[in-house]
Nanobody
Framework: QVQLVESGGASVQAGESLRLSCVVQ????????INWFHQAPDSQRELVAS???????TYEDSVKGRFTISRDNAKNTAYLQMTNLKAEDTGVYYC?????????WGQGTQVTVSS
């Protein structure tokens, strides 16, 4: 059974940093691309960062230079390091995998940034 569990969300002030974690079970983690999505209040879920099995990272323009995605294959864990947080980063962050054509999601972790 595929399971994703996010953690690390918190309420912070603008300019501060957070590191989100996503533990994934039930898949061949080292060979799977991992995605982080952001869902702002009353908005659709949007892709903010991805990391391939080879470690290549891509980012949505608004987070480039502020967010860093990484992975630890030994721990089946992906991370999203977020720095210089802004009010518009507020929302729920989800990790996601597409495994054998099926999309799997975690329950999300809440990030609230106060300006």
């Amino acid at each position: 059974q595929v399971q994703l569990v996010e953690s690390g969300g918190a309420s912070v002030q603008a300019g501060e940093s957070l590191r989100l974690s996503c533990v994934v079970q039930g898949i061949n983690f080292p060979n799977t691309k991992i995605n982080w999505f952001h869902q702002a209040p009353d908005s659709q879920r949007e892709l903010v960062a991805s990391i391939t099995n080879g470690g290549t990272a891509t980012y949505e323009d608004s987070v480039k230079g502020r967010f860093t995605i990484s992975r630890d294959n030994a721990k089946n864990t992906a991370y999203l390091q977020m720095t210089n947080l802004k009010a518009e980063d507020t929302g729920v962050y989800y990790c996601n995998v597409n495994y054998y054509t099926i999309y799997h999601w975690g329950q999300g972790t809440q990030v609230t940034v106060s300006s």
